[in-house]
């Protein structure tokens, strides 16, 4: 059997779930060829212990002829490298979707994608469920809301953060509105709620609202797609943000697989 090759671009827990995966015998029909990161020395410790070679720049990566590449670096990464990847032949998994807020670049990467043969995986990371998403939109016309709820301190470091923030008893809604209102206002930012979007027709035609909830220790989200005919309410919780790299794991699979899910 001849393996699919594979390379990373970001080398932090996300990717490592991802090469783990394939090293571990999860995903027998890849092989991890190379690895490109922010930090080299980080990358170098990567690359020695999933046996592939660490690349200093994106040629030294595409040298190596990667028919896939899982990014899971930042959206800037994803700016930067994207449509040179596509263009070399290969394909890509993006979890930081915050790229596609910037809708030329977007179009642009799946002009050159087309052009060239390649493909643009987008994963369901923290939330999923997009295929079912995407078959409600092409159904009927839908109204799409995504709402999102954290821990008051998870905000912190945020442009939402206030003071007195933190000693709030009651859910209270930070923002409501477009996903695009949201990413105009913070592009980059928001990867999961900007890939929801895209499943769901578009981040003009989605709606997003965002809590602060002091009884939350991880992520909330809840996903309501309502069509015609057909409804669908989803609601996903999680402590562990490391579900998003395991949904890359379940798009190599499908990627290889005689059955697809």
Known sequence: MTKKKLAFIGCGYLNQIVANAVKTGILPEYEIVGALGRDFSRTQEFSKYFNCKACKDIGELLALEPDIVSEAASPQAVVDYAETILKAGASITVLSAGAFADTEFFERLKEVALENGTRIYIPGGAVGGFDFIRALSLMSPTEATMTSARNPRAYYYTPYYREGLFDIEEPEKLFSGSVRELMEEFPHTYNVVMATSLAC???????????????????????????????????????????????????LQNIVSPVVF
């Open 201 to 251: 027709g578009g981040p003009e035609k989605t709606k997003f609202n965002m809590y602060a909830a002091p009884s939350v220790r991880g992520d909330e989200y809840n996903i309501r797609v309502m069509g015609r005919h057909v409804a669908m309410d989803m609601n996903v919780y999680s402590v562990n943000y490391g579900i998003a790299a395991w949904t890359v794991v379940a798009m």
